[in-house]
C-alpha cells in the first residue's frame, strides 16, 4: 500500500511541559544540530484506542512540535487473526478528532518483503535459524529467571539448511505452528527476551492489506525496530513495559545492518481509576454484550469519550497536566473530569431539562397564554447572549425541587414557600396534588406577575430559585446518566458495576429538539450532556450525561 503524506504539516508551539524525554533529546540536538527529530504514534490495528493510547499520542505528536520535527502514524499489522479495517478506520478518526495531523501514513505489512529480506541476513551471518519445537519445548527450554535456558536441538542446523526450510515457510509448504524462526542469541541471557526471542511464525490467515500474499508473519520485537529504522525515525517513545525489550530492539537493529538506528525512550503508560485500559478487556466487553460497542459512553475507548460527549481540549490537558515520568502511578477520574467540565463550562450553552417531573398548575396565570422569556444561555458569558424560552399555566419542576415537609435550610418550594423560576415569576406552593396511593402527582401554585425576571422589580427576595419547562411544548427526550463501568467490591476485587447506566425519560425544552448530534449543553443543576450520536440516526432523541457538574477534586 503506498503512503499517505500529509504535506501541510502544521508545526504548533508544542503543549507538553518539558520533561526526561525532551533533556535526552536536548542532548541528542547539541550533539546533532542539523537532524529533524522524528516520532511516530504505532498502533497495532486489534481494536480501539483508550484514555491510554491518548498519552503515548499526545507525547509523541508533541514532542515533534516542540522541535518542529514530524511524526508518523504506523499501523502495526503484523498479526492478521486479530486485525481489522475497522480498527484501522476508527484509529484514524481518533487521532484526527484529537487534533493531530501526521506526518505520513505507513502499515507495518508494507515493510513484509524488506522484513523478510533482512530475517534472510541474519540466517545467512548465522544469527537466526528454524526451529522446528513445539510451543511448550519452546517454553520449557526457555529457562526461568534465576535458570538459564537450555539449547534447541535445531539451533546449529547450517546456513543453507535454515534458507531451504525459511524460504518453504515463505512458500506455505508448512502448517500453523509447525515452525518458527528465530533469532539467535543467548540462552543463558538473564534478560528472556534475549533468549533466542521468536522472529518468524507460520500464519495461514488472510491479512486486511496484504491479502494471501503472506503465509509468514514476523513478530513485533523484530519488526517494530525496523519499522523504526525503515522511517527514519530518531526516537522511539513507548510505555514503560517495552524497556526490558530495548536489548533486542537496538539487537534487530545492529545486526541487520539496518542503514537508519533510532534510540527507544520508555515513559510510564497512563492508568486511571475506574476505567479499564486494556484492549483485550475492552474487546471482552464488546464480545459479551455487556456494552453497546466500542463507543459506549461508559468506556475509556477515545470514540466513547467523544460520544459521551468528552471534548479533544478536555483529554489534551488532561494528558498534559499528568505529565511524562518513568513512575508508574494511577490517576484519579475524577482529575480527568475535572479537566473536561472545566472545558465545557466556558463552552456549553444552558438549557432546561427536567428529569424527574412533577407537574406545577398557576392556578391564577391565564389559561391557554403562552408568553416568551429571556434566558441568558451562559450565565459567565454574556457574549453567548440569550434565547426565548415558552412559559405557560403548566410547566414541570424537578421532583427534588419540592419538599412537603422540608427539612433545615431547604429553600426550595415546599408549601407556603415563595422561589422564584429561573428567568420568570415568582410563585408559591398553596396545594399538593396526591394519587390513591399517596404519591404527589400535581402542586397548585399561584404567580406574582410583579416578578417577572428583568422588571426591576425589588420589593422582596426570595433565597430559592428552580429551573422548568413549558409543559404544552415540552419535548420528551431520553436521558442516560452514567456511574463509572468499573468499581470494587468489598474485597477490593474491580467488577463490573451493574449501574454503571440510568436511563430516564425526561422534559425539555423545545429549542432542544432539531440539536445537531454531538451538539453539547449544561442542563441546569444536572450537569454537562450532549446529544447522543448513535441514537440519533436510529430517530431517537437521546442526551447523554458527559459529567456532573460538582467535582470532588480541588485544584
Not at 422561589?419 to 404567580?447: M, P, Q, S, W
Not at 443543576?525 to 446529544?531: H, L, Q, S
Request: proline share 4%.
Amino acid at each position: 500500500m503506498s503512503k499517505e503524506v500529509n504535506k501541510t504539516v502544521e508545526v504548533e508551539e508544542a503543549r507538553i511541559q518539558s520533561n526526561f524525554i525532551h533533556d535526552i533529546i536536548d542532548e541528542y540536538k547539541e550533539a546533532n544540530p542539523t537532524e529533524t527529530i522524528y516520532t511516530r504514534f504505532p498502533p497495532e490495528p486489534n481494536g480501539y484506542l483508550h484514555i491510554g493510547h491518548a498519552k503515548a499520542i499526545c507525547i509523541n505528536f508533541e514532542t515533534a512540535k516542540k522541535y518542529k520535527g514530524l511524526c508518523n502514524l504506523r499501523f502495526d499489522d503484523t498479526n492478521p487473526v486479530k486485525e481489522d479495517t475497522e480498527y484501522v478506520d476508527s484509529i484514524k478518526e481518533d487521532v484526527e478528532w484529537l487534533g493531530y495531523k501526521w506526518t505520513e501514513l505507513h502499515y507495518a505489512s508494507s515493510y513484509f518483503k524488506k522484513f523478510y529480506d533482512y530475517a534472510v541476513r541474519l540466517i545467512e551471518k548465522g544469527l537466526a535459524y528454524v526451529d522446528d519445537s513445539t510451543p511448550e519445548e519452546i517454553r520449557e527450554y526457555r529457562g526461568t529467571l534465576t535458570e538459564a535456558g537450555k539449547e534447541s536441538p535445531y539451533r546449529n542446523r547450517s546456513v543453507e539448511e535454515n534458507l531451504d526450510l525459511f524460504t518453504r515457510m515463505k512458500n506455505g509448504e508448512f502448517k500453523d505452528g509447525e515452525k518458527v524462526l528465530r533469532a539467535k542469541i543467548d540462552m543463558s541471557s538473564p534478560n528472556m527476551n534475549m533468549r533466542d526471542p521468536i522472529i518468524y511464525r507460520i500464519q495461514h490467515a488472510n491479512h486486511h492489506n496484504t491479502g494471501d500474499e503472506w503465509c509468514i508473519y514476523p513478530m513485533y520485537d523484530y519488526a517494530h525496530p525496523l519499522e523504526d529504522a525503515i522511517e527514519g525515525i530518531t526516537h522511539s517513545l513507548c510505555s514503560l513495559e517495552f524497556e526490558d525489550h530495548r536489548p533486542l530492539y537496538d539487537w534487530v537493529v545492529r545486526e541487520t545492518e539496518a542503514e537508519h538506528r533510532p534510540r527507544q525512550i520508555e515513559f510510564a503508560r497512563l492508568n486511571v481509576t475506574n476505567m479499564l485500559t486494556s484492549k483485550r478487556k475492552l474487546k471482552q466487553l464488546v464480545d459479551e454484550n455487556i456494552v453497546d460497542g466500542w463507543d459506549d459512553p461508559r468506556m475509556a475507548t477515545i470514540s466513547g469519550m467523544r460520544r459521551r460527549g468528552y471534548t479533544p481540549e478536555a483529554i489534551r490537558n488532561f494528558c498534559e497536566a499528568v505529565g511524562v515520568s518513568k513512575a508508574i502511578s494511577t490517576v484519579d477520574i475524577a482529575f480527568l473530569e475535572h479537566f473536561v467540565r472545566d472545558d465545557l463550562k466556558a463552552k456549553s450553552r444552558s438549557a432546561h431539562a427536567i428529569l424527574d417531573p412533577i407537574k406545577v398548575v398557576i392556578t391564577n396565570y391565564p389559561e391557554g397564554q403562552i408568553e416568551y422569556v429571556d434566558i441568558e444561555n451562559n450565565a459567565e458569558d454574556p457574549e453567548m447572549g440569550k434565547r426565548q424560552v415558552p412559559f405557560g399555566r403548566e410547566i414541570y419542576i424537578e421532583r427534588e425541587d419540592f419538599m412537603e415537609v422540608p427539612v433545615k435550610k431547604y429553600f426550595r418550594l415546599f408549601p407556603g414557600n415563595e422561589v422564584r423560576l429561573r428567568g420568570a415569576y415568582f410563585i408559591v406552593c398553596n396545594e399538593v396534588i396526591k394519587d390513591e396511593a399517596g404519591n404527589i402527582v400535581e402542586l397548585h401554585c399561584t404567580y406574582d406577575p410583579e416578578t417577572k425576571s428583568g422588571s426591576g422589580f425589588t420589593g422582596r427576595k426570595v433565597k430559592g430559585t428552580i429551573h422548568w419547562v413549558e409543559a404544552s411544548t415540552a419535548i420528551d427526550a431520553e436521558v442516560r446518566l452514567y456511574d463509572h463501568l468499573i468499581t470494587e467490591d468489598e474485597n477490593g476485587e474491580i467488577v463490573i458495576n451493574k449501574d454503571s447506566l440510568t436511563t430516564v425519560n425526561a422534559k425539555i425544552e423545545p429549542s432542544l429538539g432539531e440539536i445537531k448530534p454531538g451538539e453539547k449543553f449544561q442542563f441546569i443543576r444536572n450537569g454537562y450532556f450532549c446529544r447522543d450520536t448513535k441514537a440519533t440516526k436510529e430517530g431517537k432523541l437521546v442526551f447523554n450525561r458527559t459529567v456532573a457538574l460538582k467535582s470532588s477534586w480541588k485544584k
